[in-house]
């Protein structure tokens, strides 16, 4: 096996992993329903979306769902196949981000999300992070409906 193919296979098998365990779904604004990708994962949690980030640092974790579709971005220009089972999920995220009213009222509410703006106190910069993960899914979207 070439490191071509061990880097193809494995990527499939982080991206698969990542679909599995990472994709939930969730409704906003009580009419946008959909699959989302968490910014943290807990394996086989039963209340995904109340899991605590590591280290309890939500904060750095929540821009975890940007990092991912950034990764995936350029994976999928190196390697087109990559995401060919995957497409489908993604755009339809993305679809369902553009939507007026996406990110408010998320239910099941909890703070495993990304895509509601936050603000902390005394950093003014996590109010961004909601709109970073947005458009990192919709940067995706687009490369893959090419």
Known sequence: MTAIDQFTQGAENLFNSEIKYGYKPRTYNKTITGNFLLPWIVVDSQYPYSEGALAGDAND??????????YLLQAYNAEPSLLQNHKDAI??????????????????AGDCDPFTPYQVKNDPATVMT???????????AIELSK
């Open 91 to 108: 755009v339809d995220s993305a679809n369902k981000i553009i939507q007026s009213g996406f990110g408010t009222n998320a239910e099941p």
């Open 61 to 70: 974790y929540q821009t975890g769902t940007g990092v991912f579709m950034r």
């Open 130 to 140: 909601a709109y970073i993960n947005r458009l990192s899914v919709l940067l995706l």
